[in-house]
């Protein structure tokens, strides 16, 4: 029998003695009659992922149409688990279907967004575009266009929509001519960032295909919250859904 090494046995030791992974599940709420629910990732005390499972129920059960109103109201506003709140910043899930899409032009094709905000839920709802000053430094590659809807709406300085924000869009979209399938964008209210957000078109997800979106590093962020440098849709043949999946926390930057 063969003795093990000092390194192995510490190694052993080592992985005997770290905390496995928890979930943590936060709320629930019906979009089209099936059930999106927020969740955590933790080890001991460290939220090591943070998202939503989104079933195909929801997906499909979508009305191809809706009647427009504005500004916008979401279809679910769902909370984050205690635990991800208190260890990340992030709080709140905002579901939007958008079955005519929205300018810019790239994006008017049905699709979702899924905002994961750093605030309340009270606090989202109350966000009125009312300060129209942009943030002075965006993720490198992001531009913060204003948006002419037209009569009675106006323009949108920023993209900033009431109860959700300004957009920032991956400057290179804008002008792309390929047909659009997802975005990642970064959320801001009063200069400050409050949210990320899958954008994703529907036929993305009625793919039924698992996929990743760019996480940029985020200037301005409050000390206090950590950003995911990592997303990734697992889709689950099985339980027919989407896993949305946040990782990879940075600290607040300068």
């Known amino acids: 029998m063969r003795t093990l090494s000092c390194m192995a046995l510490a190694a052993l030791t080592l992985a005997a003695c770290?905390?496995?992974i928890q979930v943590v599940q936060g709320s629930c709420a019906k979009v089209n009659g099936a059930d999106v629910c927020t969740w955590g990732e933790m080890r001991g005390t460290q939220?090591?992922?943070?998202?939503?499972?989104?079933p195909m129920a929801a997906i499909t059960g979508a009305p191809a149409e809706m009647k427009m109103v504005w500004p916008p109201v979401a279809d679910a506003?769902?909370?984050?688990p205690a635990e991800v709140a208190?260890?990340?910043?992030?709080?709140?899930?905002?579901v939007f279907w958008e079955p005519h899409g929205?300018?810019?032009?790239?994006?008017?094709?049905?699709?979702?967004?899924f905002h994961f905000y750093d605030m309340p839920g009270a606090e989202v709802a109350a966000i009125g575009c009312t300060d129209t000053v942009k943030p002075k430094t965006l993720p490198a590659g992001y531009a913060l266009p204003d948006m002419d809807l037209?009569?009675?709406i106006g323009v949108l300085p920023g993209v900033c929509v009431p109860g959700m924000g300004m957009h920032a869009l991956v400057a290179s979209e804008l002008s792309d001519t390929?047909?659009?399938?997802?975005?990642?964008?970064?959320?801001?209210?009063?200069?400050?960032?409050?949210?990320?957000e899958p954008m994703l078109a529907n036929a993305t997800m009625l793919a039924k295909k698992s996929f990743t979106l760019a996480v940029p590093m985020v200037p301005g962020m409050a000390a206090t919250s950590h950003y995911p440098t990592q997303f990734h849709a697992d889709f689950d043949s099985t339980s027919q859904?989407?896993?949305?999946?946040?990782?990879?926390?940075?600290?607040g930057a300068p």
Do not use: C, E
């Open 18 to 20: 770290s905390p496995k």
């Open 47 to 54: 939220v090591t992922a943070f998202g939503a499972t989104v």
């Open 77 to 80: 506003s769902i909370a984050m």
């Open 86 to 94: 208190s260890g990340t910043g992030f709080k709140t899930l905002t």
């Open 102 to 113: 929205h300018p810019p032009k790239m994006m008017a094709v049905p699709h979702w967004d």
């Open 150 to 152: 037209g009569p009675p």
């Open 178 to 196: 390929m047909p659009w399938t997802k975005s990642l964008v970064i959320g801001y209210d009063h200069q400050k960032p409050v949210f990320v």
């Open 241 to 251: 859904s989407y896993k949305f999946v946040f990782s990879g926390f940075s600290g």
